[in-house]
């Protein structure tokens, strides 16, 4: 584990790029998660030092971070990151990583249950809101009461995240009603 001095944590909440990674830096320090979950991996660097501020303000050093991400098969838009390159990655930060490839509506099914006692779920996705649509049924049964999820939005000065309450992700997850069963 990597510790940080108030610095350094100072440095990260006012200067870290992009703009985003600020308030997700803070949210965490104040948080103090001990289980992440993330949707779609924006790059190593950020999950790294999310896992490092986590580390530090939890007082634990086995964080449990799981990320499910496209990898390999990325659009050409967005830079390339291996599964491997990643799994390598996390692990070093001694933090207990799980990295699932694939998309989040495929994925999520399988997982959701798995996921239970999640205290931090960042969505990075591009059209998160619509992209999820089909697994907001299964995204509060990840949670529990004191869970903060964070939607990456985009805007006109950049990327910001949403904050989305207990009580927000079950009336989304009522309004798209239990998904239909595959054949």
């Known amino acids: 584990m990597r510790k940080l001095s108030k610095f350094q944590f100072w440095a990260l909440t006012w200067f870290s790029k992009p ?7 803070k949210l965490a320090a104040k948080l103090k998660p ?10 190593l660097r950020q999950a790294e ?6 580390q530090n303000f939890s007082g634990v050093e086995e964080i449990r971070f799981t990320a499910v991400d496209l990898f390999e ?11 491997k390159e990643a799994h390598r990655t996390l ?8 990295v699932f490839p694939g998309d989040v509506t495929s994925s999520l099914p399988r997982l959701a249950n798995q996921l239970g006692g999640t205290d931090l779920l960042i969505i990075s996705l591009e059209g998160a809101r619509q992209t999820l649509d089909p697994c ?3 995204i509060p049964r990840m ?3 004191n869970s903060l ?5 985009r805007a006109a000065s950049g990327s910001v995240y949403q904050t989305l309450t207990l009580t927000e992700v079950e009336q989304l997850s009522k309004a798209v009603g239990r998904p239909a069963v595959a054949a």
Request: aromatic residues 10%.
């Open 143 to 145: 949670l529990q009461t």
């Open 91 to 98: 692990a070093a930060t001694g933090a207990k990583s799980r």
């Open 136 to 138: 907001w049924f299964f």
């Open 73 to 83: 098969a990325r659009s050409a838009k967005v830079p390339g990151l291996t599964l």
């Open 34 to 43: 001990k289980s992440i979950v993330q949707f779609g991996l924006g790059n």
């Open 19 to 25: 703009v985003c990674d600020r308030q997700l830096y």
């Open 149 to 153: 999820v964070l939607v990456q939005e």
């Open 49 to 54: 030092t999310l896992i490092t501020v986590c």
